[in-house]
């Protein structure tokens, strides 16, 4: 397979693998009709925080959240599933994964390259057992009721983690995108309940736009349960997630951002990282991304 042609494909696997982690838990709350003067205030949702603590990446905090969620509900299986996306988001942190570089450099989504650093033993272990838990506890719900959201999401979740970290931390990308099939086939899952929730279209609106970025011969090859390679309605739905979504408006945008960087975009890029950086104050790498696309700014508009 020539190199660039192997590269593009490659780029491809990672935008899907990056995506399905993310698009977890909004699936348990309906969206909800504007409120009226009548309508009761929803209760709070426990795991919003939590998630604020994960873009902070204050990893401890967020365990320490998820361990009073276990308490209250042992059964529960989010908690579970939420749990292994903070022990996945420690190695990213560790392995600087999340950098944009590091998905600006091609040659860091081929099978083997990127990162030389092995992974952490350890947490991975916890990482999997964990897994393994949410998936348990999720099993038992469906069994007697194969559309409840909070089971479905959690199972949407084990898969996008156990996608993602096969893919960028042992950086087996291609075993990855295989394990993201069934990301989407639980995701759509969600989405064909009613009402809508817009954190669902996290994955699809991703692979639309991958699959639709592949060259037409090999999209014969990856194929996905009602995924129509249209790049247009992948964007669209990305930003319907970064406007409306519960849980991953964040990460939608960072995904947006990352795009604008690959084309050039660095103004809109930059509009991007400045509000994010704002939102996640105590998260570093934002801080330092934005540092980055101000000085290639700064340097472009030396060369004019």
Same mark, same amino acid.
């Given at each position: 397979?020539?190199r660039?042609?192997?590269?593009?494909?490659?780029?491809?696997?990672?935008?899907?693998?990056?995506?399905?982690?993310?698009?977890?838990?909004?699936?348990?709350?309906?969206?909800?009709?504007?409120?009226?003067?009548?309508?009761?205030?929803?209760?709070?949702?426990?795991?919003?925080?939590?998630?604020?603590?994960? /873009?902070? #990446?204050?990893?401890?905090?967020?365990?320490?959240?998820?361990?009073?969620?276990?308490?209250?509900?042992?059964?529960?299986?989010?908690? /579970?599933?939420?749990?292994?996306?903070?022990y996945?988001?420690?190695?990213?942190?560790?392995?600087?994964?999340?950098?944009?570089?590091?998905?600006?450099?091609?040659?860091?989504?081929?099978?083997g390259?990127?990162?030389?650093?092995?992974?952490?033993?350890e947490?991975?272990?916890?990482?999997f057992?964990?897994?393994?838990?949410?998936?348990? *506890?999720?099993?038992?719900?469906?069994?007697?009721?194969?559309s409840?959201?909070?089971?479905?999401?959690?199972?949407?979740?084990?898969? @996008?983690?156990? !996608?993602?970290?096969? @893919?960028?931390?042992?950086? *087996?990308?291609?075993?990855?995108m295989?394990?993201?099939?069934?990301?989407?086939?639980?995701?759509?899952?969600?989405?064909?309940l009613?009402?809508?929730?817009?954190?669902a #279209?996290?994955?699809?609106?991703?692979?639309?736009?991958?699959?639709?970025?592949?060259?037409?011969?090999?999209?014969?090859?990856?194929?996905?349960?009602?995924? +129509?390679?249209?790049k247009?309605?992948?964007?669209?739905?990305?930003?319907?997630?970064?406007?409306?979504?519960?849980? /991953? @408006?964040?990460?939608? *945008?960072?995904?947006?951002?990352?795009?604008?960087? *690959? +084309?050039?975009?660095?103004?809109?890029?930059?509009?991007?990282?400045?509000?994010?950086?704002?939102?996640?104050?105590?998260?570093?790498?934002?801080?330092r991304?934005?540092?980055?696309?101000? !000085?290639?700014?700064?340097a472009?508009?030396?060369?004019?």
């Open positions: 397979m020539p660039m042609f192997r590269l593009r494909v490659a780029v491809a696997v990672a935008v899907i693998l990056c995506a399905p982690a993310f698009q977890i838990a909004a699936a348990a709350q309906p969206a909800s009709a504007p409120p009226t003067d009548t309508a009761p205030a929803p209760a709070p949702d426990p795991f919003v925080p939590i998630f604020n603590r994960l /873009y902070n #990446y204050d990893f401890a905090t967020a365990h320490m959240m998820l361990d009073e969620r276990q308490r209250a509900d042992a059964a529960d299986p989010l908690p /579970y599933a939420v749990r292994a996306a903070v996945m988001f420690s190695e990213f942190e560790r392995l600087k994964i999340l950098e944009t570089e590091f998905f600006i450099d091609d040659d860091n989504m081929v099978d390259q990127g990162h030389r650093q092995k992974p952490d033993a947490v991975k272990r916890r990482l057992v964990t897994l393994d838990a949410a998936r348990a *506890r999720a099993n038992v719900i469906l069994t007697a009721d194969p409840q959201r909070r089971a479905l999401l959690a199972m949407v979740m084990a898969a @996008g983690v156990a !996608a993602d970290y096969t @893919g960028f931390v042992e950086r *087996r990308q291609w075993k990855g295989s394990l993201t099939r069934e990301t989407n086939r639980y995701a759509q899952k969600l989405l064909a009613k009402p809508p929730v817009y954190d #279209y996290m994955n699809v609106g991703s692979l639309e736009y991958v699959v639709g970025s592949l060259p037409f011969y090999v999209r014969w090859f990856v194929r996905f349960d009602k995924i +129509e390679g249209n247009r309605k992948g964007i669209e739905q990305l930003k319907l997630v970064a406007q409306h979504g519960t849980y /991953y @408006g964040p990460f939608a *945008r960072i995904l947006l951002a990352v795009a604008s960087l *690959r +084309e050039h975009k660095l103004e809109d890029a930059r509009q991007i990282v400045t509000q994010l950086a704002a939102e996640f104050p105590e998260n570093p790498l934002l801080a991304e934005l540092d980055k696309v101000t !000085a290639r700014i700064a472009q508009k030396k060369t004019r």
